[in-house]
């Protein structure tokens, strides 16, 4: 099963972003029965929705796993629902800032994931990692791609399983940002997330 799985640059002044890691090691060693192919987003409300949109056309891929980094969650979070919202808290890469204002004037207010996040999270848990279902991927760039992803799909008339899982960010961030905050090692993030993958290999065969 080719799965596509992306994660974003890093940015509110960090040199690390956990998903960008995630996501190439996922590539160089994926789970058992998939193959993932990795593209890395850009920190722009412009470039990281044409980046995703590119990927998507050029693999072709039965799944999608949207990566990002939640800082100050504590267990790895996958979201259940993106909103038609852009309001970010920070610029982003390019210095810009959006305040209120829809991802598509012409889309309905939300979409669900279509991954089966329940069986997930279970995995995910059963492996000994933290893992929580979210109610808010928040109003940044992390939910425009969810947002992005969910509405092509819907207008291109595709049904693969789709969506978006934040991490915590790495303990080498909260030493940086010299302050505690809850972390992940970067082992154990893969560790979740390989457990989390092998469920949309699972439900492929059956």
Known sequence: MHILVTGFEPFDGSPVNPSMLAAEALAQTPPPGLAVTTAILPVDRLGSPTRLLEALQTVNPRAVVCLGEAGGRAAISIERVAVNLMDYRIPDNRGETVTDQPIDPAGPAAYFSTLPVRAMQEAILAAGIPAE?????????????????????????????AGFIHLPSLPQQAVLRGKPMPTLGLETILAGLRAALAVLARQAVL
């Open 133 to 161: 279902l979210s109610l808010t991927a928040g109003a940044y760039l992390c939910n425009q791609v969810m947002y992005t992803l969910l509405h092509h799909l819907a207008q291109t008339g595709q049904t693969i399983p």
